[in-house]
């Protein structure tokens, strides 16, 4: 069955430099990368990596970054009948700076992003009827993520919901209208307004989310793996330990495989079990869409 993703198409531009230049300085660089992300982007390739068939609904600029994502889209197998270009709107882009001691400084433009609108939703209606999964972040207008689970609702597909980045703004009723709830602790803090120092502070903050009426509540959390919470079941899947080299986008490609495993009709308790060691596996690679394992080499892996 095929999932759809209705969400974020950035391109990640990477300058590597020693110093960062001050207010009207110019400085010489050591390297630049560019690379292809948006949560969406990496939560439909992660899934498609992983032989879903993925439906990617986005907006991109009028721009060679655009050429770009939907080069990088089609390499991934991932459909782009949905990606539209929308004229004399950039891309959405993030420049980065990664200082000699490894810090980021990180600007996001969410250019063409910001013009996927509910509207849009009705060009790709029959196609997203037949999707069994709908999954969405936060990287869009909200106005359009709550369009997109209400079409969800009427048409009994599920939502899976990753309130990410976390705003405030979001309307809880709506994150009970969708199947599963997805934040990692960060998120889950700024959400609730709770401390999540701890393990009890965790649950005690997930207790008090869960019970505002969220179907299933998944929290992800980094090196400690998941917690799952529906109605008074709590379950929490330990993550492997791994030897750490870049944890960028490790959130995006859970969501991709969980997403993946329930589209395959797995159970939930399995699907999540996968999804935190293949976040884990994704951790021990550079880089965030290149880091996520083929069906292939996550199998290797896990042998
Ligand atoms: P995000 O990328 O949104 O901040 P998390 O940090 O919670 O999300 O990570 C998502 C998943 O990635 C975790 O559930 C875990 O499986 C895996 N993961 C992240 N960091 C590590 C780590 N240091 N060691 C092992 N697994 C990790």
Known sequence: MKIAVIGSCMVDLIAYTDTVPKAGETLVANEFAMGCGGKGANQAVAASKLGADVLMMGRVGDDAFADNTLANFEKYGVSTKHVNKVPGVSSGVAPIWVDADSQNRILIIPGANMH????????????????????????????????????????????????????????????????????NETELEILTGMPVGNDDEIAAAASTLLAKGLKNLIVTLGDKGALWMHGDQRQHVSAPTVSAVDTTGAGD???GCFAAELAADTDVATALGRAVSYASHSVTGKGTQTSYATVDEFAKWQS
Do not use: W
């Open 116 to 183: 996927l609108l509910p509207a849009d939703l009705h060009a790709a209606a029959e196609e997203l009827k037949q999707c069994s999964m709908i999954i969405l972040q936060l990287e869009i207008p909200l106005e359009t993520v709550y369009a997109a689970i209400d079409f969800g609702n009427s048409n009994g597909i599920p939502v899976l919901l990753n309130p990410a980045p976390a705003s405030t703004e979001l309307d809880i009723d709506y994150a009970c209208r969708c199947d599963y709830f997805v934040p």
């Open 253 to 255: 490609g859970f969501i």
